[in-house]
Every structure is written in structure tokens, then in C-alpha cells.
């Protein structure tokens, strides 16, 4: 395990500073998710840090406290929005979502903490809304300026938010998609859009769902980047301390399972809807502030760990080649976890910008899918495992040729050859 400074341990719980956090899952360290380098840059990658979940005993929140230097993380993102297929259909219904819900008069300025390339944003300039975008990453926020979003090259904190209020005035809307879980200051986050919403403004928030994350067993979803996994009940207390409160929230299936929640300033307008109380009530009833749940959801992963380990060895004894489907973040957490990238020979994915690198950490070599008939390994674990039906389905042929996949999750499963398509 590395010492390294670019990385250090928080001793306070992100949302109320509270110190009484308890360790609820240890994972096993990990490379940094994302980090898929071509093979000479991969000593780069090849560093594993701790990745441990705690729990908050004051306000019931779930977090990593173990922090990565934020632009050391995030200095390898290619990522944009429009190159993500399915991310624009998501966002045309969001912005058509948010405008008739809140009833948006044409002219309301919205605002997008994470903006990216503006995909959002572009939505709502079509429904006739002012539109401005906060982006940290410089390439993004130039591009998108350049392509009419205009697009503020900063960090979502207070001089920020002056900037705002003074260039453009008082925000309607603000929306932060999933950057209100990769933030390690989410309180000066929260404080900078408390600042800049208008009297009746809302501030819209997309996080992946910490109740779909334990109950769905979707454990590979911690990873560094990813630092807090949000629930209702430490959320609302959080906003309040923030000068805010949840009118609303709605579960929503991205991401294996998110909330979007509806805040406005504490004395808006707007009447909390009776589902705030309700998923609260839910929360309570799953246990989701309670440490031995977390205990059930670390033995529940131990077991499928156990098994598959135990087949991939067994296949190893025999000579089998095993091949690995999917080259993702949640593939980094699920190899490390289950310790089993040595037993995988080489990885295959869809996307091609991760053909010709290696994986972070075990540095298995990632090829294009259409590897799995020219190499003809006779097993495919399926790890990016929550696509696994669409997965098989496409490639039918593999196992019409006698190929075997393998599930990890939520059950450890493995298809008889010729499966019915
Ligand atoms: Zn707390």
C-alpha cells in the first residue's frame, strides 16, 4: 500500500462534521477506477489505495473517507457527455421533467454545477431558458462556450457564486448531477448554491441511490471518485444546515439506481411533498443507518467472492484461458475486491477508447469484443455484470461455440452451453 501525498484520510463526516464515523465495510485497496492507460503509462496507474465505507453514527450518512488529490483523480477523464450513448435521451426528459414541474417561465435562468460539454444545459436553452454552466475542467468549459453554452471555468464555491449572481443574477434552477457525490467540500458546494438561487429558485440534484446501492448488491459502485452515498435522511439535515430544504425527491433508475431530489431556500415557496417523510420511513425500515446492515451486505459479497474465486481457480487448474467483459470503473472496485485479476488473462469492452490499454492495478490488457472469437477463451466472466443479459444476448455466438459465461452478481450464475437465445 502506497504512502503517497496524493491522497489522505478524512477524520470528520463530509456532510455534518461529526468525528463518531464507524467503519462498515472494509474493501480490499484499489487503483484508481478510472485510470486505463496504454501499457507504457501503466506503472502510472499501478498504485492501490484504501477504500473503506463508514458510516456517520450523528447523521446516518455513508461515505469514503480516504480522499484522492482531486486533480491527480480527475487529470485522465476523457469523458464527455454526448460521447456517452443514452446520456442525451436521460437529459432531454430531465430538462422537459424539471420545466413542467416547476412550471419554468420561458427567460428563468438555469444553471449546471458539472456542466461538462453542455449537453444538459442544451436541453434547456430548446425549452427557451437562459443557460450557464460551471465546469472545472478548462477543455470542457472553452468548448462548450464555443458551441453557445456559455460556460464559466471554476469550481461551485463562493466567489463562484457571486460571479454568477453579478454576470447573470439570481439562479431559478440549479442543477448538479452526480458531482454532489464526487465533492470531498460538499458543505462550501452546498453554501455557494444556497447563495446564488433566487427566493423561489430550486436547487436539482442527481445522486446514484445509497438504498439501490446495498439492496442491489452493487457494491462496485464504491470507488475513489465516488465519495459519498447519499440517502434522504442525512441529505435533508445536511441542506438544512446550508440554508435549505428537500420539497421533493424521486427515485429514478441511472446509474443502477438514483435519487433526484428538489430543494429550495428554508421559507420558499413550495410545499414538501409527503415523499420526502415516505422514503425516509423506507430507510429506516431497511436499516439503512444501522451498522449491522452493512455487516449483512459485507458477508452477502464475501459469499459471491468466495464462489467465484473458487470456479476461476478451478478453471485455471484445467488450462482454461478466462477472459473478463467490461473495462469500467465498477470492473476496477470488482477485480480488486474479489482479489482475482490474475486469474483473468485479458479484458473486452465496448467502448473503444479503453481498446489498447490496461487495466488499473492488475494491468490485464483490454481488446475489442470481437477478441472473444479470435483468442476463443472458454470462459467470459461477465464483470460490468448489471448489462449481462444484453451482453449475452449479443454475444450468443460465443457460447454456441461452446463458450461458458460466468455472472459474479447479484447471484453467482453460469450458462449451460447452448442457452436458449
Ligand atoms: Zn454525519
Known amino acids: 500500500m502506497t504512502t503517497s501525498p496524493i491522497y489522505h484520510r478524512r477524520r470528520s463526516c463530509r456532510l455534518c462534521e461529526s468525528t463518531q464515523i464507524d467503519c462498515v465495510f472494509e474493501f480490499e485497496p484499489s487503483a484508481l477506477a478510472e485510470w486505463y492507460y496504454p501499457p507504457e503509462r501503466a506503472d502510472e496507474a499501478a498504485d492501490v489505495f484504501p477504500m473503506d465505507l463508514f458510516l456517520c453514527r450523528s447523521c446516518g450518512h455513508v461515505q469514503l473517507l480516504d480522499v484522492i488529490d482531486p486533480v491527480r483523480l480527475f487529470s485522465c477523464y476523457q469523458y464527455t457527455s454526448a460521447s456517452s450513448p443514452g446520456l442525451e435521451a436521460h437529459f432531454e426528459r430531465y430538462a422537459k421533467q424539471v420545466v413542467e414541474k416547476l412550471s419554468l417561465p420561458a427567460g428563468s435562468l438555469v444553471l449546471d454545477v458539472g456542466s461538462n460539454d453542455g449537453t444538459l444545459l442544451r436541453q434547456f436553452a430548446g425549452h427557451g431558458m437562459r443557460v450557464v454552466g460551471i465546469d472545472p475542467a478548462t477543455d470542457l468549459a472553452r468548448t462548450a462556450t464555443t458551441a453557445g453554452i456559455p460556460t464559466l471555468n471554476a469550481f461551485m464555491d463562493a466567489p463562484t457564486a457571486r460571479r454568477v449572481v453579478e454576470e447573470y443574477g439570481p439562479v431559478k434552477v440549479c442543477t448538479a448531477n452526480n458531482v454532489f457525490a464526487h465533492n470531498d467540500a460538499l458543505g462550501n458546494m452546498a453554501a455557494a448554491i444556497g447563495s446564488l438561487l433566487a427566493d423561489n429558485g430550486v436547487f436539482v440534484f442527481e445522486v446514484s441511490y445509497l438504498l439501490d446501492t446495498v439492496q442491489g448488491l452493487v457494491f462496485d459502485f464504491v470507488y475513489h471518485e465516488h465519495l459519498c452515498y447519499h440517502s434522504v435522511k442525512p441529505m435533508d439535515a445536511f441542506l438544512r444546515r446550508h440554508g435549505m430544504h428537500l420539497v421533493d425527491v424521486e427515485r429514478v433508475p441511472s446509474k443502477g439506481g438514483s435519487i433526484r431530489g428538489f430543494a429550495q431556500k428554508i421559507g420558499g415557496p413550495r410545499p414538501v411533498s409527503p415523499r420526502v417523510a415516505e422514503l425516509i420511513a423506507v430507510e429506516e425500515a431497511a436499516g439503512l443507518y444501522d451498522p449491522s446492515t452493512y455487516k449483512a451486505f459485507?458477508?452477502?459479497?464475501?459469499?459471491?467472492?468466495?464462489?467465484?474465486?473458487?470456479?476461476?481457480?478451478?478453471?485455471?487448474?484445467?488450462?482454461?484461458?478466462?477472459?473478463?467483459?467490461?473495462?469500467?470503473?465498477?470492473?476496477?472496485?470488482?477485480?480488486?475486491?474479489?482479489?482475482?485479476?490474475?486469474?483473468?488473462?485479458?479484458?473486452?469492452?465496448?467502448?473503444?477508447?479503453?481498446?489498447?490499454?490496461?487495466?488499473?492495478?492488475?494491468?490485464?490488457?483490454?481488446?475489442?469484443?470481437?477478441?472473444?472469437?479470435?483468442?476463443?477463451?472458454?470462459?467470459?466472466?461477465?464483470?460490468?455484470?448489471?448489462?449481462?443479459?444484453?451482453?449475452?444476448?449479443?454475444?450468443?455466438?460465443?457460447?454456441?461455440?461452446?463458450?461458458?459465461?460466468?455472472?459474479?452478481?447479484?447471484?453467482?450464475?453460469?450458462?449451460?452451453?447452448?442457452?436458449?437465445?
Open 298 to 421: 459485507r458477508s452477502r459479497v464475501d459469499g459471491l467472492r468466495d464462489q467465484t474465486v473458487h470456479f476461476l481457480n478451478q478453471a485455471r487448474a484445467t488450462g482454461a484461458t478466462i477472459a473478463g467483459y467490461g473495462a469500467s470503473a465498477t470492473v476496477t472496485t470488482l477485480m480488486h475486491h474479489f482479489k482475482m485479476g490474475k486469474l483473468i488473462d485479458f479484458l473486452v469492452d465496448d467502448n473503444p477508447l479503453r481498446h489498447g490499454t490496461v487495466s488499473p492495478g492488475y494491468r490485464v490488457p483490454v481488446y475489442h469484443p470481437d477478441t472473444l472469437y479470435s483468442k476463443r477463451p472458454e470462459i467470459v466472466i461477465i464483470l460490468a455484470w448489471r448489462f449481462a443479459p444484453t451482453i449475452m444476448q449479443n454475444h450468443a455466438r460465443f457460447q454456441q461455440e461452446g463458450g461458458t459465461f460466468v455472472v459474479p452478481v447479484p447471484s453467482f450464475q453460469k450458462s449451460q452451453r447452448r442457452l436458449a437465445a
